[in-house]
Antibody
Framework: EVQLVESGGGLVKPGGSLRLSCAAS????????MSWVRQAPGKGLEWVGR??????????DYAAPVKGRFTISRDDSKNTLYLQMDSLKTEDTAVYYC????????????WGQGTLVTVSS | DIQMTQSPSTLSASVGDRVTITCRAS??????LAWYQQKPGKAPKLLIY???SLESGVPSRFSGSGSGTEFTLTISSLQPDDFATYYC????????FGQGTKVEIK
């Protein structure tokens, strides 16, 4: 059974940093493109960024609102995905979901339960 | 950037109704479109991919159609478990979601 379990959310002040983790199991993590998607309270879904599998270069891409502030990384030895969030703004307040992409097709077939990040003074 | 526009934003319907949600892309995305269902406090769940392919385990009352810039999600006979918010997503060029359609009880 595929499982994605996020952790690391919490309350942080504007300008602060936070690192989210996503522990993956039930599939070959090294073979997956992984993304983060967020959802502000009462709002829709917003793609945050993606990391390719290492055999595809392990490259990352980010949405414009977070580019230069957020960094996605992966540790295939631990089956874990990370989202380092720096220079946080109040508008980054959201539930952050870890998602698994389908190899060769790229839609998201599995989602974690999400972790809430609140940026407030 | 590719923009995705869903309509309507809210839909009131009764159990047994046929329901159709439309999603339009700002440029052609071929058939690189997925539909997700989200219930309050839960993660989104994949329903349809590649515009019309039904994800394993999803009831056959859900169907998708379209290509290019216009797509539809149809629920043939609305069930109590289907009251939720539905999102379309393009994956032709990175990923963009529609703003969502809330299906509520009439």
């Amino acid at each position: 059974e595929v499982q994605l379990v996020e952790s690391g959310g919490g309350l942080v002040k504007p300008g602060g940093s936070l690192r989210l983790s996503c522990a993956a199991s039930g599939f070959t993590f090294t073979n997956a493109w992984m993304s983060w998607v967020r959802q502000a309270p009462g709002k829709g879904l917003e793609w945050v960024g993606r990391i390719k599998r290492n055999t595809d270069g392990g490259t990352t891409d980010y949405a414009a609102p977070v580019k230069g502030r957020f960094t996605i990384s992966r540790d295939d030895s631990k089956n874990t995905l990370y989202l380092q969030m720096d220079s946080l703004k109040t508008e980054d307040t959201a539930v952050y979901y870890c998602t698994k992409g389908v190899v060769g097709d790229y839609y998201f077939d599995y989602w974690g339960q999400g972790t809430l990040v609140t940026v407030s003074s | 950037d590719i923009q995705m526009t869903q309509s309507p934003s809210t839909l009131s319907a009764s159990v047994g109704d046929r329901v159709t949600i439309t999603c339009r892309a700002s440029q052609s995305i071929s058939r690189w479109l997925a539909w997700y269902q989200q219930k309050p406090g839960k993660a989104p769940k994949l329903l349809i991919y590649k515009a019309s392919s039904l994800e394993s385990g999803v009831p056959s009352r859900f169907s998708g159609s379209g290509s290019g810039t216009e797509f539809t999600l149809t629920i043939s006979s609305l069930q109590p478990d289907d009251f939720a918010t539905y999102y379309c997503q393009q994956y032709n060029n990175y990923w963009t979601f529609g703003q969502g359609t809330k299906v509520e009880i009439k």
